[in-house]
T-cell receptor, first 114, second 111 residues
Framework: GAGVSQSPSNKVTEKGKDVELRCDPI?????LYWYRQRLGQGLEFLIY????????KSGLPSDRFSAERTGESVSTLTIQRTQQEDSAVYLC????????????FGSGTRLTVV | GQQVMQIPQYQHVQEGEDFTTYCNSS?????IQWYKQRPGGHPVFLIQ?????EVKKQKRLTFQFGEAKKNSSLHITATQTTDVGTYFC???????????FGKGTKLSVIP
């Protein structure tokens, strides 16, 4: 597609439930990133996929968080047993490697845990 | 670990005034990138600087990369209401394409 697509755009879930967030990167972008942005805050790195290499999971805040990517395509971020502190906007970005084009971000998924 | 710091956190300016935000990294960077996030929106890539001492201009925006490649600045001349938003700098983690973002400078422009 023309841009990075994320779904759902909004998700309200009850504390303790699992949620799955989806990201469709730009076709041909080998790198895919997940960031979390709490209200009025900066971007917190979660996980990074590059081609077929093992993902960099160093930013995942707990073992309740996991992510997968199918080849160089769709990625899903799963949060198990959601807590209120998980409420945030989850941003996905993709990029070409090198070239100075930066990241292209999706519009994000706003997660609210009640 | 790597830290990227930005100042100021907030800036309110009268329309037509100039604005500058500063970015400092705890480590030497291979490049620095700048993003703009409009209220309610997502970050949008503005520019990447690679060379020591590099200066790039985009209309009223001037970006600089320090000689030591540890700091950068974004200067906006004669701000307009369309400049409102949060400006983030970001630098790559060593040996990776993963970016560490600063906390951003939120710019408000008073018409």
């Amino acid at each position: 597609g023309a841009g990075v697509s994320q779904s759902p755009s909004n998700k309200v879930t009850e504390k303790g439930k699992d949620v799955e967030l989806r990201c469709d990167p730009i076709s041909g972008h080998t790198a895919l990133y997940w960031y979390r942005q709490r209200l009025g805050q900066g971007l917190e790195f979660l996980i990074y996929f590059q081609g077929n290499s093992a993902p960099d999971k160093s930013g995942l805040p707990s073992d309740r968080f996991s992510a997968e990517r199918t080849g160089e395509s769709v990625s899903t971020l799963t949060i198990q047993r959601t807590q209120q502190e998980d409420s945030a906007v989850y941003l996905c970005a993709s990029s070409l490697l090198g070239g100075g084009y930066g990241y292209t971000f999706g519009s994000g998924t706003r997660l609210t845990v009640v | 670990g790597q830290q990227v710091m930005q100042i100021p956190q907030y800036q309110h300016v009268q329309e037509g005034e100039d604005f500058t935000t500063y970015c400092n990294s705890s480590t030497t960077l291979s490049n620095i990138q700048w993003y703009k996030q409009r209220p309610g929106g997502h970050p949008v890539f503005l520019i990447q600087l690679v060379k020591s001492g590099e200066v790039k201009k985009q209309k009223r925006l001037t970006f600089q990369f320090g000689e030591a490649k540890k700091n950068s600045s974004l200067h906006i001349t004669a701000t307009q209401t369309t400049d409102v938003g949060t400006y983030f700098c970001a630098g790559p983690k060593a040996g990776s394409y993963q970016l560490t973002f600063g906390k951003g400078t939120k710019l408000s422009v008073i018409p």
